[in-house]
């Protein structure tokens, strides 16, 4: 089975990129959201994509934007959605009672050839995989922000994934140019997010406990060790509300960053990058 149709569910800050990036490479894709307005906001997401791919992709242009805008197309129902679908691609909530039940109801309506990958940063295949229907067509597919520029993909089995499927999902990355991250067995996190994270935490602490603002730590890193953006950057880029419910899972102190960030910016509007704001400002 060759691989040309691709549904991607959710088209959230991940979900919209995935769908995007695999349209920009040829494939035809369906973006499924729950509802119109969230598919009227995908359609503002792709836009915005296409700015930033003409802005920052190198050998990006014009033709190649509308050509990829023109094999997206939208589904609220999830039986439309993947009706023709070779490979689904699971972007919602980080929620495991969540996904079981969309996966329960996609293993009833997807055809029988259908590969099913889920682009979950902390849940481990196995348990979803018995939710499918189909375990042996079902694996991890990870991506990081932004993944026309940083084009990883972590590409993880659980013990009842077929080896031919997940070698199918490896040249599937490949072919929209991702740098395909093969992980040998099952562990939570990752390899991005089992070294991202330890990160993040210790600088949401140092907030915490009063050490220093978010732009200093944010300085301190970047000026000492030539990296890019700092913790808070970076959290604004994956987005506070992702960063809320990360927090909400961990120790005492992460749970007081959490309830830092729910009070001082989520409540507020100011949910990172995607809204012009969250711990630094944004133009729009």
């Known amino acids: 089975m060759t691989i040309r149709n691709v549904t991607v569910l959710g088209t959230g800050v991940l979900g919209a990129q995935i769908a995007f990036q695999t349209a920009y490479h040829g494939f035809a894709v369906t973006a499924y959201d729950i509802d119109d307005a969230a598919i009227e906001k995908a359609e503002q997401t792709f836009a915005w994509l296409a700015a930033r791919y003409l802005a920052t992709l190198k050998g990006a242009d014009q033709a190649k934007i509308d050509a990829a805008m023109a094999r997206i197309s939208y589904a ?17 909530p980080e929620s495991l009672d969540l996904k ?28 979803m995989a018995a939710s499918t229907g189909r375990p042996e067509k079902f ?30 999902v490896v040249d599937f990355a490949r072919a929209i140019d991702m740098v395909p991250i093969e992980i040998h067995k099952e562990k939570a ?35 000492a060790t030539g990296s890019p953006k700092g913790p ?14 990360i927090s909400s899972m961990g120790g005492e102190k992460q749970k007081k960053f959490a309830q830092l960030i729910k009070e001082n910016y989520i409540d507020k509007g ?10 630094y400002k944004y133009g729009k």
């Open 76 to 92: 609220t129902d999830l039986a439309t959605a993947a009706k023709e679908a070779d490979l689904v691609i699971e972007a919602i």
């Open 100 to 127: 079981k039940k969309v996966y329960g109801e996609l293993g009833t309506v997807a055809p029988a050839h259908t590969i099913f990958a889920s682009n979950s940063s902390t849940l481990l295949p196995s348990a």
């Open 139 to 168: 694996l991890a597919l990870h991506f990081a922000n932004e993944i026309w520029l940083h084009n990883v993909a972590e590409v993880m089995g659980h013990p009842g994934t077929d080896p031919a499927i997940y070698a199918q």
């Open 189 to 223: 996190g990752y390899v991005l997010n089992s070294l991202l994270v330890p990160f993040l935490q210790a600088a949401g602490e140092l907030l915490v406990d009063g050490i220093a603002e978010p732009k200093s730590i944010d300085d301190t890193w970047r000026i």
């Open 232 to 245: 808070f950057e970076i959290y604004d880029i994956v987005g506070l509300m992702t960063a809320y419910h």
């Open 270 to 279: 100011k949910l990172g990058v995607a809204t012009g704001e969250g711990f």
